[in-house]
């Protein structure tokens, strides 16, 4: 049995269009000092390639969040499991996702970066699945549109497993039991 039934987005896929955003973020944060946050754990891949795109001066901070939800969909209810270090007061930050589902919870995550006052909170995000409109989140970088199926790697797990694929695939069904 494959694990995956396709690749969807593959490892030269993603690392053009990482230059491609890269490039348009570092084109409007030129002059001020930028903090790239990213929530735990799937946006580990994309926020070390995005970053190491990105002038030396760049931070990065981290967020760990649980989304109250029965099984795979999430609520938009969300308990804050490891805040950020920094004080945002005064910072343009850019909230750095790997995929917007139905786009709850980084609805949540932008209310509550706007609440502490930032002077700009802005989303990039990877990946984003079509039930992503039913939830207004203003993306102002996004990779790529993604059919509505579920996928692993570059950071997105099933139980743990898979992040560390360099691409993006669609997990074979028969290996959740589906
Ligand atoms: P949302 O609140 O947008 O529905 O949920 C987004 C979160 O759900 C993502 O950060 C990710 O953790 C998870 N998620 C959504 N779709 C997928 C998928 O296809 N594969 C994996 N592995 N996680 C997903």
């Known amino acids: 049995m494959n694990d995956f039934t396709k690749i969807i987005v593959s490892e030269n896929d993603i690392g053009r269009k990482l230059d491609v955003m890269s490039a348009q973020i570092r084109a409007d944060y030129a002059g001020k000092d930028l903090l790239l946050v990213g929530v735990l754990k799937g946006a580990v891949m994309v926020m070390a390639d995005l970053a190491r795109r990105m002038p030396p001066t760049v931070q990065m901070d981290w967020m760990a969040i649980s989304s109250y939800g029965s099984g795979t969909k999430s609520s938009g209810v969300v308990r804050i499991l490891k805040d ?87 997990l074979n069904p028969e290996v959740y039991g589906g």
């Open 84 to 170: 950020l270090d920094a004080d945002l007061t005064g910072k343009h930050v850019l909230i750095v996702e790997d995929i917007i589902d139905s786009g709850l919870t980084l609805s949540w995550l932008l209310g509550n970066l706007q609440s502490r006052g930032a002077e700009s909170v802005e989303i990039a995000a990877l990946l984003r699945k079509p039930d992503a409109v039913k939830v207004e989140v203003p993306i102002k970088y996004l990779g790529f549109d993604i059919p509505n199926e579920f996928v692993v790697g570059y950071g997105l797990d099933f139980a743990e497993k898979y992040r560390t694929l360099p691409f993006v695939a669609i």
